[in-house]
C-alpha cells in the first residue's frame, strides 16, 4: 500500500493537536482509510547546545595565533 504525506505546522491547544481546516477536510474524505500520524517535535535542547558548541569553538579559535600554527603540522 503507498502512503502519501500531509504536513503542517500546528500547535498543541487543550491537550490536542490542532488541524488546520483545509486538512480536516482531507481526512474527512479519507474517512475509511488507514491513516499513519507521525509527531515530531522541535528539539529544542539539541539546537541549544548546537549554539553552545559553536560558541565555544569561537572562543577557543579567538585564541589561536598565526604563530600557533607550527603545531599544525604534528
Given at each position: 500500500?503507498?502512503?502519501?504525506?500531509?504536513?503542517?505546522?500546528?500547535?498543541?491547544?487543550n491537550?490536542?493537536i490542532?488541524?488546520?481546516?483545509?486538512?480536516?477536510?482531507?481526512?474527512?474524505?479519507?474517512?475509511?482509510?488507514?491513516?499513519?500520524?507521525?509527531?515530531?517535535?522541535d528539539?529544542i535542547?539539541?539546537?541549544?547546545?548546537?549554539?553552545?558548541?559553536?560558541?565555544?569553538?569561537?572562543?577557543?579559535?579567538?585564541?589561536?595565533?598565526e604563530s600557533?600554527?607550527?603545531?599544525?603540522?604534528?
Amino acid at each position: 500500500m503507498t502512503m502519501r504525506a500531509i504536513e503542517f505546522k500546528t500547535k498543541i491547544k487543550n491537550d490536542q493537536i490542532q488541524i488546520p481546516a483545509g486538512v480536516q477536510l482531507e481526512l474527512s474524505t479519507n474517512r475509511n482509510n488507514d491513516i499513519r500520524v507521525i509527531v515530531l517535535i522541535d528539539d529544542i535542547d539539541k539546537r541549544e547546545d548546537m549554539v553552545f558548541d559553536k560558541t565555544v569553538k569561537d572562543h577557543f579559535l579567538e585564541g589561536y595565533a598565526e604563530s600557533d600554527s607550527i603545531y599544525d603540522n604534528y
